[in-house]
């Protein structure tokens, strides 16, 4: 499937401004964002697997405390799962108004690099396995493709098991 081109120039965001900072080589990959179009627009506007596609979710613990999950665009989390992991009495997404505050980011366009605090972050082990992943670049219908390692490299995630069977 070939990848519909979007006329315009890639954003620079806090999280483009992390990447290039931190040395990571990543490509832009503008799509035409579709409002609760998710994982599965972006992988068929880019013309990629899906489970590569890496969405970026907020959450928040008991206390209110957030947290970031990273995840595979086709998998969802098992919060109670999570929460056991992150060593959280229970976790839930957070509404879009509290993670667009903790993350400086609109929802739809979050990226876990640049976040205007600084969140524990959560990764699925599986996506360190996988040859290139495309995670969002700060701003809606924006991915940057990049190495996996680069993403542990500069984030040191926590790596968990969190697929929802």
């Given at each position: ?12 965001t806090a999280a483009v401004r992390l990447l ?94 640049g976040t205007r605090h600084h969140l524990p972050?959560y990764a699925e082990a599986s996506i360190r ?37």
């Amino acid at each position: 499937m070939a990848a519909r081109m979007v006329a315009r120039k890639a954003p620079v965001t806090a999280a483009v401004r992390l990447l290039r900072q931190q040395g990571v080589a990543f490509q832009d990959r503008l799509y035409a964002y579709q409002e609760h179009g998710g994982t599965a627009v972006s992988a068929r506007e880019l013309g990629v697997d899906e489970h590569a596609v890496i969405k970026t979710l907020v959450m928040e613990d008991e206390t209110q405390a957030p947290l970031i999950i990273l995840m595979h665009g086709d998998r969802e989390v098992s919060v109670r799962e999570l929460a056991r992991q992150a060593g959280r009495r229970h976790v839930a997404p957070c509404r879009p108004e509290v993670a667009e505050r903790h993350t400086g980011y609109q929802v739809g366009g979050t990226s876990p690099f640049g976040t205007r605090h600084h969140l524990p972050i959560y990764a699925e082990a599986s996506i360190r396995e996988l040859a290139r992943i495309y995670i969002n670049g700060g701003k809606r219908g924006y991915l940057v493709e990049l190495d996996p390692a680069d993403l542990w490299r500069v984030l040191s995630p926590v790596p968990v098991s969190v697929t929802q069977a």
